[in-house]
């Protein structure tokens, strides 16, 4: 039995301010963090600085210490889960990675589920599948009118299939809760593309944590 994905729907599952999660096939932890620290959107060059195995709240405090304050830098903690490999991003990530289509280069599987959960915009949750530098399935986990949603898109064979799963459970359904929208999209990709990640290892526990500092 595995944790599946649609614990993250909960508030605050992981630490204040959202979660933004990649997880990779055919990539090892290192190799997934070497890609995302390339494709963070700065003129500089990043590096990937290893700070020891870490809790959320460990790496958050060093972070604190480190740079004043911890939204002022990047951390992800690295883990495997099956034939995944993840990485959890902590502090000022918001908008700062690009698409992940170069991270999936060499084909690689790779797989975004974010949510800024404290943008008072807001911003709904996301998920997006890419392979091979291919954006193959992505759409607005609130499943509603927001933020351009217009279903699934990406590669027309998966992103119809993708689609089929929403609508047989019922989707669009703009009366239901946006949290419960939220876990039951989650439960759909989780079944489609194979997705687990570890709760308690993730939550409580300690984990392989690296920075992404300017080289």
């Not at 963090?33 to 460990?58: F, I, K």
């Not at 193959?136 to 993708?162: C, I, K, Q």
Request: glycine share 10%.
């Amino acid at each position: 039995m595995t944790d599946g994905t649609t614990w993250l729907a909960a508030r605050q599952s992981i630490t204040y301010g959202g979660y933004h999660v990649v997880l990779a096939r055919a990539l090892t932890p290192q190799e997934l963090a070497e890609r995302l620290a390339a494709n963070l959107l700065y003129d500089a060059e990043h590096s990937v600085v290893p700070v020891g195995d870490q809790t959320s709240t460990s790496l958050l405090e060093f972070m604190d210490d480190h740079y004043g304050d911890s939204f002022d830098g990047i951390g992800l903690r690295l883990g495997c889960e099956g034939d995944w490999a993840y990485a959890v991003a902590y502090g000022g990530w918001q908008a700062e990675f690009g698409s992940l289509a170069p991270v999936s280069r060499d084909g690689a599987h790779v797989c975004l589920l974010e949510y800024e959960e404290e943008n008072g915009k807001p911003v709904p949750p996301q998920f997006a599948y890419f392979c091979d530098g291919r954006l193959l399935s992505g759409f607005n986990l609130h499943l509603d009118a927001s933020w351009g949603y217009e279903g699934v898109v990406g590669d027309p064979s998966t992103a119809a299939r993708v689609q089929e799963r929403l609508t047989a459970a019922g989707f669009p359904d703009p009366e239901r809760d946006r949290r419960e929208v939220h876990r039951a999209a989650l439960g759909v990709v989780q079944e489609f593309f194979g997705l687990s990640l570890p709760k308690e290892q993730i939550v409580t526990g300690a984990l392989p944590a690296v920075l992404l500092e300017p080289v």
